[in-house]
């Protein structure tokens, strides 16, 4: 199966899955794949909010041994290693340099190679991640970072693209027989009898108003899981105070600055510079949100200041300005109790609240949480469910199991491959590698539409993306708006503003393939072009 299409269940399921961030799509699909009867609703696109305000780092979280959370730490390694294998294009090993280390990282990065002994039990060696190793400055030279007297190099993992795990998930969760709904907003919880019984829900797109009966829900809106309580009147009281805080986390896409990760923390914040695509990638900021989650938004004004504050505290060979800058992105992290207003030493660490204890059986709440940790999280939701609330289901599969698009079992030979047939078709080998990252398997797919109009031929990136990939999300993967196409279907929108051209034509294919009138096309167009563009105040 390719995709997903919105659906609704005509009949009660076992598990309704309240978000479609990258908590709630693998959820969907451990529960799915182990047979249970699944539908999930989004009230926006799969993806579009807080998984969204991502780095791309598939870690273990270096960091985390500093606050002894070494479960976590393992944890997370033992991820990133089934990530590499379920997803071998979209999750690829990256190098990192920690500038000027001290004791202190070195016994940190001993400690984390030793926690991850087994992180190479892969088939394919282009997955396999070397040990830390001191770099001399002549090492640190030859890789462009002459400013840097000493430095460790270390390696995690690194997403092409977050937008395309999260929908991979989707689709396979579809493919296991998941209902899928996008632009559905769960209005209120279902409470019959002293128990939530699913939700009322509502379709943006056509209005329909509805009932999901599930027999447990699981709640995994991240920083809107108080919202969704105080909305129902049964339940209100378990919403509690709004949240003391949050993490705003901003990312900024920049011109090329480095060829080599780099680490900075320092007084003036903790975050790194990462080469991604033909940009360099910067973040995120740690600042502590204290107003409503809707009332969020990215302004002109936080990305000088996180410019200032790379400035003054990145490693970088020369001068960052807003000039720069060609994309920026940013949202709200949800932390666990106790968080305080110390938002980057709060632990990331994934919880399950079962609101039973709060007299409201039926309710399961997911809480925190990041990419890495995701798919076993998910199956400890389900294995959860399955001892307390009387679900039974099959042994989970999905540590095994590719993802869709990820039956690889030599990227290398498979990137050469896809370039050659590339080239055959008079194809560029850019092109062929980021289909290959975004599309693994299908990347032919891809390849072979580009071939069917002009049009689907346009490099809409400055690294080879073709508007081909407009039309494939269209085809096989269910956007509603063009927004979804540019911003979390294909890369398009991610690294900054495409030009008036490449929007027209993106366009024109969504406005030809759905049937829509001038109005629907300009009002589309026009959104995708704000949602491309640097914010103005």
């Given amino acids: 199966m390719t995709g997903f299409a919105r659906s609704w269940p005509t009949e009660a399921v076992d598990v309704l899955v309240i978000g479609g961030g990258i908590t709630g799509a693998a959820t969907a699909y451990e529960a799915a794949s182990r047979g249970l009867r699944v539908a999930l609703v989004e009230r926006g696109d799969v993806g579009g909010a807080t998984s969204a305000a991502t780095g791309k780092l598939i870690h273990g979280g270096l960091r985390y041994l500093k606050n002894l959370e070494v479960g976590l730490v393992r944890e997370s390694l033992a991820e990133r290693r089934t990530l590499l294998r379920i997803a071998p294009h979209l999750v690829r090993p990256i190098g990192m340099v920690l500038p000027e280390p001290g004791l202190v990282e070195h016994v940190g990065l001993t400690a984390y190679d030793l926690l991850s002994a087994d992180r190479n039990r892969l088939p394919d060696r282009a997955g396999h991640i070397p040990r830390h190793r001191s770099l001399s400055a002549t090492a640190l030279r030859e890789r462009g970072l002459g400013h840097i007297d000493r430095g460790i190099l270390y390696y995690d993992a690194m997403m092409s693209s977050p937008e395309r795990l999260t929908l991979a998930f989707a689709e396979a969760a579809a493919a296991a027989g998941a209902h899928i709904a996008t632009y559905t907003r769960a209005e209120t919880l279902l409470v019959r009898g002293g128990r939530v019984r699913g939700a009322r829900v509502r379709d943006a797109v056509t209005g329909e108003v509805g009932e999901i009966v599930a027999r447990v829900t699981v709640d995994a809106t991240g920083p809107w899981l108080r919202e969704l309580l105080a909305r129902t009147p049964e339940l209100a009281a378990l919403a509690g105070p709004t949240p003391h805080v949050r993490s705003e986390g901003i990312y900024l896409v920049t011109r090329r600055l480095t060829d080599t990760m780099v680490l900075t923390v320092s007084a003036h914040g903790h975050f790194s510079v990462a080469p991604w695509r033909d940009r360099s990638l910067i973040g995120p900021t740690e600042t502590p949100y204290t107003g409503e989650v809707d009332a969020w938004r990215l302004t002109r004004g936080a990305i000088e200041r996180f410019v200032g504050e790379i400035n003054a505290g990145a490693r970088l060979p020369e001068t960052l300005t807003l000039d720069d800058v060609t994309a920026a992105y940013g949202g709200l992290r949800p932390l666990g109790d106790g968080a305080g207003d110390d938002t980057y ?29 995701s798919r076993a999280f ?32 030599d990227i290398t030979a498979a990137g050469a491959a896809l370039r050659a047939r590339a080239a055959a078709a008079g194809v560029a080998a850019d092109t062929a590698d980021i289909l290959l990252a975004h599309y693994g398997t299908r990347a032919d797919d891809v390849l072979a539409l580009m071939a069917t109009d002009p049009r689907l031929a346009v490099r809409a990136t400055s690294d ?38 490449v929007l027209d034509l993106a366009a024109d294919l969504m406005a030809e393939a759905r049937g829509w009138d001038a109005a629907r096309r300009r009002t589309e167009r026009d959104a995708a072009a704000a949602a491309v563009r640097l914010p103005e105040d």
């Fill in 345 to 373: 030493r709060a632990s990331r660490a994934s919880g399950l609240h079962d609101h039973a204890a709060d007299g409201a059986p039926g309710l399961v709440s997911a809480l925190g949480g990041k990419y890495t940790t």
């Fill in 464 to 501: 080879g993306e073709p508007l081909a990939t407009v039309a494939y999300a269209v085809q096989h993967e269910a956007p509603e708006h063009l927004v979804d196409v540019l911003m979390r279907r294909t890369g398009i929108g991610l690294v900054g503003d495409p030009g008036d051209a």
């Fill in 378 to 409: 998910a199956q400890r939701i389900v294995d959860r469910l399955e001892r307390t609330h009387g679900l039974f289901s099959a042994p989970s599969a999905t540590a095994r199991t590719p993802l869709p698009g990820g039956d690889i079992l």
